[in-house]
């Protein structure tokens, strides 16, 4: 495997001055109400409990404004769980950011919606897991369809663009049809339909939720019939799952590009799930200012440009459209980050993905073994298991 605690040279003998970042991604908690099976926070996120306070945020939004960033989400975890999230935007707004809240809606009242507008927040989206009550609670392993019905009422009442937003799995890609007819119904201006993409908890359970290419045609086929029968009244994004793919997602548009995110301690990543890779240390925005963690830091320079390609993407006239694909999924299903993602046909290990979808297809129900949830027992056994302490706490298969 690559060695990814050796310093590496600053990529700019590639002729191209680096950008700045434009996409601030705040990751105000870990902290979640719900348990989703497929919950992107690192499955061991029970480790970090630590989080930035106040005006370590306020800082870093400020920082990051005058780096160049001007799209801000704010995330977790559940933000909403932050007392200070409307002190928050009201800051962003001052500064000119244009400004999300990415939420599971609990904790969105009233009087916090109210308070959240007045601050100044320009969009928010909503997740939801599920059309029906029913597979809408389990995955998530709460009781919470009604409640998040009840905020989006919420939100088109204040005025809110909405984007619903649901994660579409094994379970639920027979349901697409009523997932739209519900967005529809609730008035979203925005549907974002995004096939799950394996990290984090969906990877500890992808067995369960890999759909079928039959389930994904079909489901393809119903969201293009409602693009031409609703035109323009709601705008349906449909992100296909890239198991599937014989190219890989230009992830993040590249390393260090123009994603940037803050995860609730204070560790700034080039992408989501960047703290899986091995070996990689991500600098603190208590310890570093933004401007070095992003311009000069190890961790933001191992993969941008081209400079740290192996073979086949080294030589590939395609590098400048994919960068290689995703290094979380290189070390996922190859355990070498430097490697092409392996969803790439030119890769020598595109074989693992051709796998794992064979074995989907073969499988006739998705629950094959325990589906995971995500939880602070599980997180904590899998993060035991992981420095070789695995026989000393249980982790639960329903939470
Ligand atoms: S995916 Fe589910 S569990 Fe994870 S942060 Fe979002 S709402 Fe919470
Ligand atoms: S070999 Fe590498 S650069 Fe070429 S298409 Fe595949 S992943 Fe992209």
């Not at 601030?24 to 480790?47: G, I, K, M, Q, S």
């Not at 830091?297 to 400048?320: H, L, T």
Request: glycine share 6%; aromatic share 8%.
């Amino acid at each position: 495997m690559t060695d990814l605690s050796e310093p590496i040279a600053k990529p700019e003998h590639e002729g191209a001055p680096i950008a700045p970042p434009l996409w601030l991604l705040a990751e105000l908690t870990y902290r979640c109400p719900l348990h989703c099976v497929f919950c992107y926070n690192p499955v061991n996120y029970a480790d970090h409990t630590r989080e930035l306070d106040t005006d370590q945020w306020l800082d870093v939004l400020r920082q990051a404004r005058a780096l160049g960033a001007a799209q801000l989400g704010f995330s977790g975890g559940e933000p909403l769980l932050r007392d200070d999230l409307e002190t928050l935007v009201a800051e962003a707004r001052k500064l000119g950011f244009y400004t999300n809240l990415i939420t599971s809606g609990i904790g969105l009242t009233e009087k916090r919606i109210g308070a959240l507008q007045e601050a100044g927040l320009d969009h928010i989206q909503l997740s939801f897991q599920d059309s029906s009550q029913e597979l809408n609670d389990f995955l998530s392993s709460t009781k919470t369809f009604d409640y998040k019905k009840r905020v989006a009422t919420l939100i088109k009442a204040h005025g809110f663009p909405m984007v619903l937003n649901c994660v579409l799995h094994r379970y639920n890609l027979p349901h697409i049809g009523r997932i739209i007819d519900m967005a529809l119904a609730m008035g979203a201006e925005y549907l974002e339909l995004a096939n799950t993409q394996y990290y984090g908890w969906a990877h500890a359970n992808r067995a369960q939720l890999m759909p079928t290419k039959a389930q994904l045609d079909e489901a393809e086929a119903v969201v293009e019939r409602y693009r031409n029968e609703i035109g323009d009244k709601c705008k349906i994004f449909f992100v296909v799952p890239d198991y599937y793919e014989r190219r890989p997602k230009r992830c993040m548009n590249g390393w260090g590009s123009v994603f940037l995110g803050i995860a609730p301690d204070g560790a700034a990543l080039p992408c989501h799930t960047a703290r899986s890779l091995p070996g990689l240390t991500f600098p603190n925005v208590t310890e570093m200012p933004l401007k070095d963690i992003w311009y000069e830091s190890d961790a933001f320079n191992r993969f941008r440009g081209f400079g740290w390609m192996k073979e086949p993407c080294r030589s590939c006239d395609e590098k400048a459209i994919d960068m290689g694909g995703c290094r979380c999924q290189a070390y996922l299903l190859t355990q070498d980050p430097a490697n092409a993602d392996p969803v790439c046909d030119k890769s020598p290990h595109h074989e693992r993905v051709i796998e794992v979808v064979r074995a989907a297809s073969a499988r006739q129900a998705p629950q094959e073994q325990p589906i995971l949830f995500r939880n602070d027992a599980n997180s904590r056994r899998i993060a035991a298991e992981a420095s070789g302490n695995g026989s000393e706490q249980e982790g639960e298969n329903q939470p």
